[in-house]
């Protein structure tokens, strides 16, 4: 069974702090790693896409993936209010379907 | 990005009807296109991957019977929920995989809520 954890939450910060979204993944051989942001009754909207260890920069966003320890995390720079929203975390591997986790909410307050 | 749609947004029917949900890909050709379920409060779940020209592929303990899928061309992917009842009020989403870009990389509609009475 592949399962992707998250923190349910929520997790508050302030205007203007950094937000740290953590999520950890039990397949070993997944190798796409996706940041879905979701507001309340609308779908899912991409935010990144990491594919190897490291770092990656957008914006004020910057997910980090260490597939050693099955770890993946969005950091979001400089939070507004308008960031609150729910954060899922999702994985592939293997036939290409995408495994959500149950998401975080962040609540951004001003 | 690339751009999908569905129709309707919302739709409320009564117990023991069928509901049509249609998906398309306003900007490119998917040949692949996925169908979601989320219940309030949940996340997201993989109900069936619709692929154009063949049959879908239906995740375990989804009955293929009662959710019908359709991918008649590149652009259009429908879900007909048969003879709804209330425990199938959802909202509903499908994505599409973009095969112009990362091949993995899938955008999401709008989503569709059902309420079924």
């Known amino acids: 069974q592949k399962e992707v954890e998250q923190n349910s939450g929520p997790l508050s910060v302030p205007e203007g702090a950094i937000a740290s979204l953590n999520c950890t993944y039990s397949?070993?051989?997944?190798?796409?790693f996706f940041w879905y942001r979701q507001y309340s009754g609308k779908s899912p909207e991409l935010i990144m896409s990491?594919?190897?260890?490291g770092d990656k920069e957008d914006g004020r966003f910057t997910a980090q993936l260490n597939k050693a320890s099955q770890y993946v995390s969005l950091l979001i720079r400089d939070s507004q209010p308008s960031d609150s929203a729910t954060y899922l975390c999702?994985?592939?591997?293997?036939?290409?379907?995408?495994?959500f986790g149950k998401g975080t909410m962040l609540l951004v307050s001003p | 990005g690339a751009v999908v749609s569905q129709h309707p947004s919302r739709v409320i029917c009564k117990s023991g009807t069928s509901v049509k949900i249609e998906c398309r890909s306003l900007?490119?050709?998917?040949?692949?296109m996925f169908w979601y379920r989320q219940f309030p409060k949940q996340s997201l779940m993989l109900m069936a991957t619709?692929?154009?020209?063949?049959?879908?592929?239906?995740e375990q303990g989804v009955e293929k019977d009662k959710f019908l899928i359709n991918h008649a061309s590149l652009t259009l992917s429908t879900l007909t929920v048969t003879s709804a009842h209330p425990e199938d009020s959802s909202f509903y989403i499908c994505s599409a995989r973009n095969p112009s870009g990362r091949e993995e990389t899938q955008y999401f509609g709008p989503g569709t809520r059902l309420l079924v009475l």
């Open positions: 397949d070993r051989g997944s190798q796409s």
């Open positions: 619709s692929n154009e020209g063949s049959k879908a592929t239906y």
């Open positions: 999702a994985v592939i591997s293997g036939y290409s379907t995408l495994t």
């Open positions: 900007d490119f050709q998917a040949t692949t």
């Open positions: 990491i594919y190897s260890n």
